[in-house]
């Protein structure tokens, strides 16, 4: 893995061909039925296998998560991460990563900073985590919304495992996001979308361009 980005939400062809050949580090796919982006488990494993030829990650983005849906990417997608995007606790993740044998991404929602203090009781079984801005009232979703929060927040912030910073990056601020933050990996998903859920392969390339320029 030499990328430092993840592009969420894929569902086309063209958009995992414009992520491979950006040199993402992982792409997700969206099984969260509430997301313009939800594709079901099939459909993602018939997509895959070009990331999986160059060692792009796979991940399984989910919102607390049933053992029927874990079943169901296990048998199909075979994903390298679950992301977990809800209120799953510490626990449940350790389930989770036992019962598909994939690694884990916690997801963090912030807009003040002791939202990120309970990080550290995931330390210990998430192989990734992520910081996303909360998602605005009215959304019936806690991710993908485009809202971002104070990158400065993070700035000096150490953490036992690597982190990803999410919310509301595009191929424009995303160089000042990781400067400002000091995130060591990235991650977008409206931010390379001509319209909800339709991701633009040109704009993915242009992503992953300014995150290498960063
Ligand atoms: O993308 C969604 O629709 C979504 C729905 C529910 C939970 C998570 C979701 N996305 C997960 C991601 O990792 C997004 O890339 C992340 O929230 C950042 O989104 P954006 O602000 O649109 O770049």
Redesign the pocket.
Known sequence: MTGRA?I??LSTPETVKAAVDGQAAFI?F?F?A?????IAPDVAARLAPPARAANVKVVA?T?DPDDVLLDQLSATLKPDFI?L?GKETPSRAREVAARTGAGIIK?FSVSEPSDLDPARAYESVADYL?F??KAPAGFD????????FDWTMMKGRRFERPWLL????DPWNVAEAVQLSGAPLV?????VERGP?IKDPSLISAFLEAVRRA
């Open positions: 993840k969420c939400g997700g969206m969260f509430k997301s313009p982006r939800n983005v919102v992301q995007h997801v992520m996303d801005a979703r806690p991710g993908g919304t485009g809202a971002r999410a919310g509301g990056l991650d977008v998903s409206s931010g859920g």
